[in-house]
Structure formats: structure tokens, C-alpha cells
T-cell receptor, first 118, second 113 residues
Framework: AQKVTQAQTEISVVEKEDVTLDCVYETRDTTYYLFWYKQPPSGELVLLIIRNSFDEQNEISGRYSWNFQKSTSSFNFTITASQVVDSAVYFCALSDAYSGAGSYQLTFGKGTKLSVIP | NAGVTQTPKFRVLKTGQSMTLLCAQDMNHEYMYWYRQDPGMGLRLIHYSVGEGTTAKGEVPDGYNVSRLKKQNFLLGLESAAPSQTSVYFC????????????FGSGTRLTVV
């Protein structure tokens, strides 16, 4: 079965520091999708990125960047020059076809709580 | 606005009571899901549906039932609520094409006393 591990439960950084959130996944499928979601204190889930297994290019979006390494089954997320508004719980998730019943299922890691201190 | 709507947003139940959570989406998504979120556990899949009239069990289905009589609606029922079902429940929907991602509702905070 698929599995997502976010080893960092909580991280605290001082504003303007860079921070990397780790994500390691397991899947038997060759085609899969990886996601990062942000959950701010208000509770909603905000999609940050979708990446498919055939695209190993790293991606940058403003202060956010993602490093996808298939060889180590990792999909790490870096925030550059962190801000207080980045304080949230961040979830890494995996969607693959090996869930059976003809449906992809989104499997979440347990999340990393990031606190950015002013 | 288009999206996933969950009702109610908050609910307090007594042990043994029953209730139904409603999820409605207006994006013509084929797939719909119910997750629960507990502290330190991430989101765990309860049940899901790949189309009208079909449902399947997820990771933590015990104590819940679901129905999808219409494509746009996915109902989650608790027949006899237990304190262990205190949680935040999220509904989500998606196209079959995973590249288009999942859309989540804003959540229902349920407390069972």
C-alpha cells in the first residue's frame, strides 16, 4: 500500500530564514502524483503543487520550491525567506493507481506544523 | 462560487445519536471522498465513490456509512456516534484525471460527548 512519511512533526524558524519540509513516499505504481497542501489556522486545505511521477524537474513558485527525487522517493518543499503568514500545517500527499477499485486515492502524511516567529 | 460545500460546519452530538454530513460539488467531478482529520494523524480516508451509486471503503470505514444517489452529492452517516468519532471531517472531489487535483470542502467539526 502507498505510504507518505513526514518525519518532522513541528518546526520553528525565525522570520526570513529558509526552511525545508521533508516528504518521503512509498508506492508500487510507476504512475503517481504528489501533492503539497497548506492548512493555515483557519482550517481549509490549500493546494500548493501537483507533480506527476514522470516529471522530475524541480519547480519554483515565488518563495516556494520543490525538489523531486525519484531515486530516493522524496518530494521536499522549501520556503525561502519565511514569513509569519507561512505559519501553517503542511501536508504531503500521494495519489496512485494501486489502490484498487478503479480509483486513485489520496494518501496523506501526518503533516508538519511550521511556526514562523517574527 | 464553484467548489465543494459541506454542511453543517459544526455539530455537537451525544453518544449514540445519529447524523448525516452532506457534501455537494458543482464541478461535475466523478470521484468523491470523505476524510477525517485527527491531531497528529493527518487526513485518513473513510469512504470514497467513483461514481453515482457506487461507494467503497477507505482506510477507516468502521462506524460510518455513505451514499451517493446523485453525482453531485456524497453523504456520510454516523448511525450511533461515539466519542472516538470526534474529528474534523473533510469532503473532497476530483476528476478521474489526477493532474487536475482534488478540491476540498472547508470541513465539518464534529464533537461527540
Amino acid at each position: 500500500a502507498q505510504k507518505v512519511t513526514q518525519a518532522q512533526t513541528e518546526i520553528s524558524v525565525v522570520e526570513k530564514e529558509d526552511v525545508t519540509l521533508d516528504c518521503v513516499y512509498e508506492t508500487r505504481d510507476t504512475t503517481y502524483y504528489l501533492f503539497w497542501y497548506k492548512q493555515p489556522p483557519s482550517g481549509e486545505l490549500v493546494l500548493l503543487i501537483i507533480r506527476n511521477s514522470f516529471d522530475e524537474q524541480n519547480e519554483i513558485s515565488g518563495r516556494y520550491s520543490w525538489n523531486f527525487q525519484k531515486s530516493t522517493s522524496s518530494f521536499n518543499f522549501t520556503i525561502t525567506a519565511s514569513q509569519v503568514v507561512d505559519s501553517a500545517v503542511y501536508f504531503c500527499a500521494l495519489s496512485d493507481a494501486y489502490s484498487g477499485a478503479g480509483s486513485y486515492q489520496l494518501t496523506f502524511g501526518k503533516g508538519t506544523k511550521l511556526s514562523v516567529i517574527p | 462560487n464553484a467548489g465543494v460545500t459541506q454542511t453543517p460546519k459544526f455539530r455537537v452530538l451525544k453518544t449514540g445519536q445519529s447524523m448525516t454530513l452532506l457534501c455537494a460539488q458543482d464541478m461535475n467531478h466523478e470521484y468523491m471522498y470523505w476524510y477525517r482529520q485527527d491531531p497528529g494523524m493527518g487526513l485518513r480516508l473513510i469512504h470514497y465513490s467513483v461514481g453515482e451509486g457506487t461507494t467503497a471503503k477507505g482506510e477507516v470505514p468502521d462506524g460510518y456509512n455513505v451514499s451517493r444517489l446523485k453525482k453531485q452529492n456524497f453523504l456520510l452517516g454516523l448511525e450511533s456516534a461515539a466519542p472516538s468519532q470526534t474529528s474534523v471531517y473533510f469532503c473532497a472531489s476530483s476528476y478521474q484525471d489526477q493532474r487536475r487535483g482534488y478540491t476540498f470542502g472547508s470541513g465539518t467539526r464534529l464533537t461527540v460527548v
